[in-house]
């Protein structure tokens, strides 16, 4: 059974000249690029790739709040406030920042069954910092939480990976809506 994913090269995978490594790396474990485009989001496109409901909201920001605790920080420090939905929100804005700062690459990658944890296995770990040597984040930046939320800006991490099937799907429809 197939199954395809939704992948984006981010402003700083793109600005770093990292696309056709992180291309290479996909396609060397066998996967198969359906679709690729370059494209400058808008506002509105940044914002719509983050959802905007509760359940996001809730998952993004006790995430982060969980990180800090981990770490030993106060989320207060950045975030004037302890809730999830509010932490959220403001990790929603920086992130659509952070998509607007320039051009990325929007791929629609095939494979067998079990793509999408594929490709999340050759991302690594959404923080670079701590990403795994040998995954395309461990390998080509080193961004942080600590720097990112000391900047007050979303985690420079190279890429985005579908988490599901679910979400792959919206993700596809939402940057190649010409498609079927």
């Known amino acids: ?3 395809r994913s939704f992948v984006m090269i981010k402003p700083d995978g793109v600005a770093g000249g990292h696309t056709d490594e992180i291309i290479k790396r996909l396609t060397d474990a066998g ?3 359906v679709q690729r485009k370059e494209v400058q989001p808008t506002r509105e496109l ?3 790739h983050y959802a905007d409901n509760d359940e ?3 998952n993004t920001g006790s995430k982060t709040i969980a ?3 981990k770490q030993g920080w106060d989320i207060t420090d950045i975030f004037a406030a302890n809730d999830p939905i509010v932490v959220a929100k403001q990790v929603r804005e920086w992130l659509a920042e952070y998509l607007v700062s320039g051009p990325v690459v929007a791929l629609i990658v095939d494979g067998p069954e079990g793509t999408i944890a594929k490709i999340r296995e050759l991302a690594g770990g959404t ?3 701590s990403a795994a040597p040998g995954t395309i984040r461990g390998d080509m930046s080193d961004d942080s939480y600590k720097t990112a939320n000391g900047a007050r800006r ?3 991490n190279l890429m985005h990976a579908s988490e599901s099937v679910a979400e792959a799907e919206r993700e596809i429809a939402l940057w190649f809506p010409n498609l079927g």
Do not use: G, K, Q, V
Request: no cysteine.
């Open 1 to 3: 059974m197939a199954e």
């Open 154 to 156: 979303a985690l420079r």
């Open 56 to 58: 996001w909201y809730r």
């Open 67 to 69: 990180s800090y605790e």
């Open 31 to 33: 996967l198969t690029i």
């Open 46 to 48: 940044a914002l719509a």
């Open 127 to 129: 923080e670079p910092a």
